[in-house]
């Protein structure tokens, strides 16, 4: 395999392409599939999928790239839940991808008695209607975590959705015998880490289009005889979103950056980040909204596309409050400093 | 549903270029600096305190800091500077803010009239000052702002009049950080004519504190503390080898200077002391106090990253007037909400040590926010760069 000078760069770019296409084309559908197959092709959804697992054996500062740039638009695929959680819980599990689309179903309920049996409902699984085939995992009601991989049609689901109107949707399971084991107990644990990780990139790439949206409004709207940039207040929101939009981009940096020089680190990581991207979710589609006025108030214009999507990003796989805590816990003050400068 | 059409050029005008990993050197250097800090605290040179590096004044430890090397790092060696890298250079100063040392003797001729002189100075001037500066042996003050210009500095009245070998300044700068302990002061002045404008009218003058003319009355801050000044120049003579760079090029020079000044891990670390310990003592709090905890070291750690993004863009040469703006208006903004959190923690309150920390840091906060480009006016130039970056 020839090497490429900067690879992430070129993917970064074909990436964009694909999504930009998709977004002049203006397909109105739950679920884009020619943007899909455009990204399977490209390579992203199994990027760092281990390569004797059929992926590509990738780095995640490639794929964190690729996705972060993808979400810049308002895309209707699921590559952030592929690429990034179905991905590790492929490494971790040492399970083959063979193309299709991959969902994880975490949190499923499951009793043990003598063997793992999974029963019961899940909600808000991202996704799961387009699903080719999951990767379940449990968490018997005595704490065994157990996984199974299954087709799509081995389970019940009724749809659901986001107030984005990304599917989400009950995944209902009638009696599936799960593999338990001490290497399932990481991979189960780890889930919520890479969910919020996911969802921090989401969050990140679509800041950087709300906020060129927002400067683009601001400087060719004009009221009382001037753009709105000529108002302070308004000069001020705009300033306050950019300080937002840089902060979880570090904050996305910072993750990559601890999880690559240490794997044990990703909690913390996917805690610095899904704070911190939520916090600058909030405010960014709040100033978003005040400095577009009334008319980004409406189903019409491009601003809800995004905000709907920060909105309903910013809660799953865990909010702020909880991953604060968590932080909080993690990095108690004495271990401060330490941790800060581990990385660079 | 309306298409989206993104150019990106936003992102490019806010990209902060990252680092993969700080060199070998810059870690042992590290590693050297805690070991310095902590021989310096075990032998009680110093107490960890918010704001350390304006309100802890200590010539003895800015002595032992140059003895080590690590003033004017990044220095040629002909100016009796050490040739290291921007980096190791952050490394040092963010090991001392993190620690709370008193860095205050040295912090501003270090961190920017320092390398002013340096860019700015004639090869004489640099010969003879900087190597005091980088022992430590001078201090040098600037002064800026007046009683009736502050945050319009360019509106400044302190006035040089061309005579025979050199200048006479009169006027009143204020707020002059440490000019009481300083030997020499940088005065911003305007040397052309009152409707000139600033890029061409305002120069640089480095003038000696002990000459004929100069008095330094204090000013004392709601801490009762004694950092500020007001200076007042009645015809102080200033021959003309102390002028900074070019006649009429002082609005420019300065404006480097400013970036410097803005830039600096300095800019979210004041109030990191109150933070560790608040970080300590809440482990045995509530949830909550735990979570609020953890909030503000989420929006602590990025801001890191991005200072060292400045530190790569100013070592490369590129303009960080944007990037510094931004990261000054978050970094200072959390370090006032710091002690705004940890003062609602019943838990942290009850540890001494937070308490002690929590009111040095009540009584400083205002001052974050103000000093060094105040939030609104920062606020106006990052809304100002956005805009030009729209077609």
């Known amino acids: ?344 | 549903m309306s298409a989206v059409t993104l150019t990106g050029r936003i992102d490019r005008a806010l990209e902060f270029r990252g680092t993969p990993q700080l060199s070998r050197q810059a870690r042992q250097l590290r590693t050297e600096v805690r070991e310095f800090l902590t021989e310096q605290r075990a032998a009680g040179r110093f107490v960890p305190s918010c704001d350390a590096w304006l309100c802890g004044h200590s010539a003895a430890f800015s002595h032992a800091v140059a003895e080590r090397g690590w003033l004017g790092m990044t220095w040629p060696a002909k100016y009796g500077g050490h040739e290291r890298s921007e980096l190791e250079r952050f490394v040092v100063t963010e090991e001392m803010l993190a620690a709370g040392a008193p860095v205050g003797a040295h912090w501003g001729t270090e961190r920017q009239l320092g390398p002013n002189i340096l860019k700015y100075g004639t090869e004489e001037m640099k010969q003879r000052l900087l190597p005091e500066f980088a022992k430590g042996a001078i201090q040098i003050s600037a002064g800026m702002s007046e009683p009736s210009s502050g945050s319009d500095l360019a509106s400044l009245r302190t006035r040089a009049v061309k005579v025979d070998g050199g200048w006479t300044v009169t006027g009143h700068k204020i707020w002059t950080s440490h000019a009481h302990r300083s030997d020499l002061i940088v005065v911003l002045c305007r040397t052309g004519d009152d409707d000139a404008k600033p890029r061409d009218a305002i120069s640089q003058l480095i003038v000696d504190l002990k000459a004929p003319g100069i008095t330094v009355t204090p000013i004392r801050l709601i801490s009762g503390e004694h950092h500020f000044n007001e200076v007042i120049f009645d015809g102080v003579f200033v021959p003309d080898d102390m002028v900074l760079g070019d006649v009429g090029k002082g609005w420019e020079q300065v404006g480097a200077e400013l970036t410097l000044e803005r830039s600096g891990p300095d800019r979210f670390l004041s109030t990191f002391p109150l933070l560790a310990a608040y970080g300590e003592a809440c482990q045995s709090g509530t949830a909550d106090e735990i979570s609020e905890y953890g909030r503000l070291v989420a929006r602590m750690w990025p801001l890191r990253v991005l200072s060292i993004g400045i530190v790569n863009r100013l070592a490369e040469g590129s303009d960080a007037g944007l990037a510094a703006a931004l990261v000054k208006d978050l970094g200072t903004r959390l370090e006032q909400e710091i002690p705004e959190v940890a003062r609602l923690s019943a838990t942290a309150q009850a540890d001494g040590e937070t308490r002690r920390l929590l009111e040095q840091a009540i009584v400083a906060a205002p001052g974050f926010t103000l000093r060094g480009g105040t939030s609104e006016v920062l606020r106006n130039i990052v809304a100002r760069s956005l805009a030009k970056s729209c077609p």
Do not use: C
């Open chain 1, 1 to 344: 395999m020839p090497l490429i000078a900067d690879a992430g760069a070129l993917l970064v770019e074909a990436v964009t392409a694909a999504v930009r296409d998709a977004a002049v084309s203006d397909r109105d559908v739950d679920f884009d599939r020619r943007l899909w197959d455009d990204l399977v092709k490209i390579g992203v959804p199994t990027l760092t999928v281990a390569e004797h697992l059929g992926g590509q054996g990738g780095t995640l500062p490639d794929a964190v790239a690729a996705v972060q740039a993808a979400h810049r638009y308002p895309i209707n695929v699921p590559i952030a839940d592929v690429a990034i959680v179905s991905a590790a819980a492929a490494n971790r599990l040492a399970l083959s991808v063979n193309g299709g689309l991959t969902i994880v179903v975490p949190g499923a309920p499951a009793t043990n008695d003598g063997a793992l049996t999974i029963r019961g409902s899940v909600d808000l699984v991202p996704w799961a209607r387009h699903a080719d085939r999951l990767i379940v995992l449990a968490n018997a009601d005595d704490g065994t975590p157990g996984y199974v991989e299954i087709a799509r049609e081995e389970v019940t689901v009724v749809e659901g959705h986001n107030l984005a109107d990304e599917p989400r949707d009950t995944v209902t399971f009638d009696g599936l015998a799960a593999t338990t084991g001490v290497a399932i107990e990481q991979a189960v644990h780890d889930v919520r880490s890479w969910g919020a990780l996911a969802r921090s990139i989401q969050i990140a790439g679509a800041l950087t289009a709300v906020l060129e949206l927002t400067v683009l409004h601001a400087t060719t709207r004009e009221q009382f005889g001037q753009p709105l940039t000529g108002f302070q207040a308004v000069q001020h929101h705009l300033a306050a979103m950019a300080g937002e939009v840089v902060s979880a981009k570090a904050a996305v940096d910072l993750a990559v950056q601890l999880i690559g020089d240490d794997p044990t680190m990703l909690e913390v990581a996917a805690a610095v980040a899904k704070v911190r991207t939520g916090a600058a979710a909030n405010e960014s589609a709040r100033l978003a909204h005040q400095v577009h006025g009334a008319i980004g108030f409406t189903r019409d214009h491009t601003l809800q596309q995004y905000t709907r999507r920060l909105w309903s990003w910013r809660d799953e796989y865990g909010n702020e409050r909880e991953w604060s805590e968590r932080l909080g816990r993690l990095v108690p003050g004495d271990q401060l400093w330490q941790t800060m400068t581990s990385v660079p």
